[in-house]
């Protein structure tokens, strides 16, 4: 079966660093004190949230639920569509030169299982407080943060 860093490697191997429209998901776990989980990218010292692309055959929801336990180590229960992120303020360009513009279907949660572990990608995880969320944010995961303090 081809994975999703198969399918963008054959992509690549195409097209170059040309932009691609790249699918994926995050969620939003929160704590019973509402804080919400983040990670601390080891790519490009950014924090984001839980999340990565789709697998060739994966549902969002899939993905969402896969990502965070791959990333964090959490088991995920009942997930609840947050919203739908694309458009210029998804555009990135990785440290490589490959450019995507992404769309995100972001879920969020507040039902989860588990002790949270650091993966490979990442040098830190954990929650924060709505009003104390990290500096250095992911430039693709600001319009998410931005639709989550709107709604505080």
Not at 17 to 27: D, N, V, W
Not at 67 to 77: C, F, K, P, S, W
Not at 139 to 149: D, E, F, H, I, S
Request: aromatic share 8%.
């Amino acid at each position: 079966m081809t994975t999703s860093r198969d399918y963008m490697r054959e992509l690549r191997s195409l097209v170059g660093s040309r932009p691609l429209i790249m699918c994926g998901a995050s969620l939003l776990i929160f704590d019973r004190e509402n804080r919400v989980l983040m990670l601390h990218r080891n790519d490009n010292d950014t924090w984001c949230f839980p999340g990565g692309a789709m697998e060739l055959g994966e549902s969002t929801e899939e993905t969402a639920r896969l990502e965070a336990y791959e990333e964090t180590g959490l088991r995920i229960g009942d997930v609840e569509l947050f919203s739908v992120f694309s458009g210029e303020g998804m555009h990135y360009v990785y440290l490589n030169g490959d450019e995507v513009h992404n769309v995100d279907v972001v879920y969020r949660t507040n039902a989860y299982e588990g002790a949270l572990r650091l993966d490979h990608e990442n040098r830190d995880v954990r929650f924060f407080r709505l009003d104390e969320l990290p500096e250095r944010i992911s430039p693709p995961v600001l319009p998410v943060v931005r639709k989550l303090l709107t709604q505080v």
